[in-house]
């Protein structure tokens, strides 16, 4: 499958050559396929609804590559120009940008004025819309006396008249209520997935992530990283061994400005401290990251845990400060081996080394979660945990499967077992991913 937008290296500079000369896309590269629905997310001011305006056609590129549908959209005659952004694409703003002066209906159906369309059918065509998004109650009245959630309603039901397959939205819901906005945004991801329109929508709001296929998170005029909804059918394929859908693309959508080392960190930190309080996360999180940088030695990870309060310890016995050095080592050593493993992917048969990886990762999740299990299961967690890890399956699905019994192809596991492995799975791939 071919992308409907390929951008590559793209620049726009404002006020070119001029002593207020702004650069507000630095080298921008994605590419967005037929179908999904990504969101550019970012700070204001990084250069957001930059990008999407060079996407509509009217903000022409200082340079790098932008096509539409294979073509490039700024050499386009005016007819063709016109043709493009009737047929192919459409925009709702923050705004709303309605016409106060024309009735609600007359809103909707005002862009098919051009298509030579006879009044009654452009009636027709709009009043359907209207009752789709259900404001055909107040098809005659003005627009201006409706509320946000309505206006921002009439304006999608604007934008779809004219049938676009690429549908931009730029902040559309900053302006509402939540109630609106949950409303806006749900009609938005219908017509994702209804209507099947590629949906590119622009927001500073961590909230809306997870609707999105995919999430272009941009700072500076640039793309600092690209972040797979691991929640969603991936409709862009998902190259085996480059990325995974994995915790720390969770936890990077819970906390978006943090490094991956810091994900990495707080990742094995939230898992260590389950059984104590909140306050003692953050001690055990420098500790991690120290262990990660191989910055401390055994004996003071476990002084540490062990020292009084007063000195920013946890009075741990030695015991348990022991078992926290153990599980935070199994983990870094086989979050290695799973890194190992993925970097061998492409090898076309798992060799004898990636074979002994996997019954590593195996039998230290049967030591921590699982105390009988038959050959079979064995077996099967072998072959699963591989897909796994790979990333051939998502999280979810594993989860699932391992509570299915034999004859669906499960693991057999009960309820409390497949969360247990499950978890602890996904620590080491967490661990072992490279964004
Ligand atoms: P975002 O949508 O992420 O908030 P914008 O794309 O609107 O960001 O803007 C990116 C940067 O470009 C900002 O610093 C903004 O001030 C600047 N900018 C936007 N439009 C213009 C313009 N017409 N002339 C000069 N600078 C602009």
């Given at each position: 499958m071919k992308p409907i937008i390929e951008i590559k290296d793209l620049k726009v500079i404002y006020?070119?050559?001029?002593?207020?000369?702004?650069?507000?896309?630095?080298g921008e590269s994605l590419d967005i396929y037929p179908e999904e629905y990504i969101i550019l997310f970012?700070?204001?001011?990084?250069g957001k609804s930059t990008l999407l305006y060079s996407i509509l056609g009217i903000l022409a590129p200082t340079g790098g590559k932008l096509l539409i549908k294979g073509d490039d959209?700024?050499?386009?005659?005016s007819d063709e120009m016109v043709k493009f952004q009737q047929n192919v694409i459409g925009i709702i703003y923050q705004s709303f940008n309605?016409?106060?002066?024309?009735?609600v209906l007359d809103n909707v159906s005002?862009?098919?004025?051009?298509?030579?369309?006879?009044p009654a059918d452009r009636e027709r065509k709009g009043m359907a819309l209207l009752k789709r998004f259900a404001i055909d109650q107040q098809?005659?009245?003005?627009?201006?006396?409706?509320s946000g959630g309505q206006m921002q309603r009439i304006a999608v039901a604007r934008s779809l008249i004219n049938d676009p397959e690429i549908l931009l939205a730029d902040?559309?819901?900053?302006?509402?209520d939540s109630v609106s906005s949950a409303e806006v945004m749900d009609t938005l991801e219908e017509i994702n997935i209804k209507d099947k329109k590629t949906i590119i929508l622009v927001t500073?709001?961590?909230?809306?992530?997870?609707?999105?296929h995919r999430v272009y998170f941009m700072k500076d005029g640039g793309v600092e990283r690209e972040v797979v909804n691991p929640e969603k059918k991936q409709i862009k394929s998902v190259a085996p061994g480059t990325t995974i859908l994995t915790e720390i693309e969770k936890l990077a959508r819970i906390?978006?400005?943090?490094?991956i080392d810091e994900l990495r960190v707080k990742s094995i930190a939230n898992y260590l401290v389950?059984?104590?309080?909140?306050?003692?996360l953050e001690t055990v999180e420098k500790l991690v990251e120290m262990m990660i940088r191989g910055t401390v030695t055994k004996e003071r990870f476990i002084a540490a845990l062990m020292a009084p309060f007063s000195r920013g310890?946890?009075?741990?016995?030695h015991d348990k400060a022991q078992k926290m050095l153990e599980k935070t080592e199994n983990i870094l050593n086989l979050a290695r081996e799973v890194r190992q493993y993925r970097e061998r992917l492409q090898e076309k048969y798992n060799s004898p080394k990636q074979l002994e990886r996997i019954k590593n990762l195996r039998n230290e999740i049967i030591r921590e979660c699982v105390f009988e299990i038959s050959g079979m299961q064995i077996k099967w967690l072998d072959e699963n945990i591989a897909s796994r890890v790979a990333g051939f399956i998502s999280m979810e699905d594993f989860r699932e499967r391992l509570s299915l019994v034999a004859e669906k192809?499960?693991?057999?596991?009960?309820p409390r077992q497949a969360q247990a492995i499950s978890r602890y799975l996904e620590k080491f791939i967490a661990q072992g991913v490279h964004l």
């Open positions: 006020n070119e050559g001029k002593a207020n000369e702004y650069a507000a896309l630095r970012g700070p204001s001011g990084c959209v700024y050499k386009y005659s309605l016409i106060p002066s024309l009735s005002l862009p098919l004025i051009f298509s030579g369309m006879s098809a005659k009245k003005l627009s201006t006396n409706m902040e559309p819901v900053g302006n509402l500073h709001d961590a909230k809306f992530i997870p609707y999105a906390y978006p400005y943090i490094s389950e059984e104590l309080g909140f306050e003692q310890g946890l009075e741990f016995t192809k499960g693991g057999g596991f009960s």
